[in-house]
């Protein structure tokens, strides 16, 4: 299919976006008002700027949004928090609906604080992060796992985002990957995991190099993608390779799939969940991985030339398709 035949079906399509849906806070800071506090001597952070972008989850249904998919929805938890208004805000002014966002005072909002200096531009100073270390409540967990269950056929594209790092903490749980696997056969989803991608089951499989590598030698003590495709039960395996493009695994079959040439990306930082949003709804539209890859790798071609985590509207897929 074109490239414009592809874009075309999205307005008639939905997607789930499920997970650790996240705020980033992007603070402007200026050098010069660093003079020490009075009280503790300790040298202060000015900020004297600040712009909200939804994160994790949320940068994947920004893209969907973008990209003009008829109806995106997250589900998730956030506190009740003023960060949680805000990414409630950020979500909805994207025309992204929080209906199935769950609040709850038991847990904060899942929040990245990028500190950039005004002088240089440059994200220099160490991140602050809000994070949540203990397991998520179980009040939470049942309303989360209800939702998937009572929802799921309502949406053309699930996407799952695991971006939790600690060991805590995370909306996706092992009874939420459970359920997903329950829910997976004869569906479109996908699970971008950091760190638990050899945990799923039945579900279609996306990590970047570094996190496809590191779930294969932990489980097989070598590098075999056909393998770990085969002990998640993934019918397939998307492996980003960021400048090289994509490799897919396919049941007997790899596919290398390069992505257009960009010779001084502005930042790469949500390239793979730009990938993933266009290649999963591309994916729904043409059924086929190579070609679901190709598009996901176009989107992000676009995205990677924009600072932050950056979308891509039909218009500049399709110029950057030539079509």
């Known amino acids: 299919m074109k490239i414009a035949e592809i874009l075309a079906a999205f307005p008639n399509r939905s997607a789930l976006v499920a997970g650790d849906i996240c705020l980033d806070r992007w603070c402007t800071y200026e050098p010069a008002?660093?003079?020490?506090?009075?009280?503790?001597?300790?040298?202060?952070?000015?900020?004297?700027?600040?712009?909200i972008t939804p994160g994790a989850g949320g940068t994947f249904a920004s893209n969907l949004a973008e990209l003009g998919v008829g109806h995106v929805s997250v589900l998730g938890a956030i506190g009740e928090d003023g960060f949680g208004y805000e990414l409630r805000?950020?979500?909805?002014?994207r025309r992204i609906s929080t209906d199935l966002l769950i609040r709850s005072d038991q847990l904060s909002t899942f929040t990245y604080t990028k500190l950039i200096n005004a002088t240089?531009?440059?994200?220099?100073?160490?991140?602050?992060?809000?994070?949540?270390?203990?397991?998520?409540?179980?009040?939470?967990?049942?309303?989360?796992?209800?939702?998937?269950?009572e929802r799921a056929g309502d949406f053309d594209v699930i996407f799952v985002s695991d971006q939790a790092e600690t060991d805590h903490g995370g909306v996706v749980t092992p009874a939420v990957r459970e359920a997903l696997a329950e829910?997976?056969?004869?569906?479109?989803?996908?699970?971008?995991?950091?760190?638990?991608?050899?945990?799923?089951?039945?579900?279609i499989l996306k990590p970047n190099a570094r996190e496809a590598a590191c779930a294969s030698t932990s489980l097989f003590g070598c590098i075999d993608y056909q393998r770990?495709?085969?002990h998640a039960a993934a019918p397939l395996l998307f492996v980003t390779q960021g400048p090289r493009g994509v490799l897919v695994i396919e049941d007997g079959c790899e596919?290398?799939?390069?992505?257009?040439?960009i010779e001084k990306p502005v930042d790469i930082c949500g390239a793979g969940d730009s990938f993933a949003a266009?290649?999963?709804?591309?994916?729904?539209?043409?059924?086929?991985?190579?070609?679901?890859?190709?598009?996901?790798?176009?989107?992000a071609s676009v995205t990677i030339m924009k600072k932050g985590t950056g979308t891509?509207?039909?218009?500049?897929?399709?110029a950057a398709a030539g079509e």
């Open 183 to 203: 829910i997976a056969p004869g569906r479109v989803v996908i699970a971008d995991s950091r760190r638990r991608t050899g945990e799923f089951r039945n579900v």
């Open 120 to 149: 240089s531009g440059v994200e220099d100073q160490p991140r602050v992060d809000f994070i949540n270390t203990r397991p998520l409540p179980e009040a939470v967990e049942r309303q989360i796992l209800a939702h998937l269950r």
């Open 255 to 261: 596919t290398q799939v390069p992505t257009r040439p």
């Open 312 to 318: 891509a509207s039909p218009d500049e897929v399709l």
């Open 89 to 93: 805000q950020a979500l909805e002014s």
């Open 278 to 299: 266009g290649m999963g709804m591309a994916l729904a539209v043409t059924g086929s991985a190579v070609e679901a890859a190709r598009f996901g790798n176009l989107v």
């Open 228 to 230: 770990l495709r085969k």
């Open 33 to 51: 008002t660093a003079e020490a506090s009075y009280e503790t001597g300790i040298p202060r952070i000015g900020v004297i700027g600040t712009a």
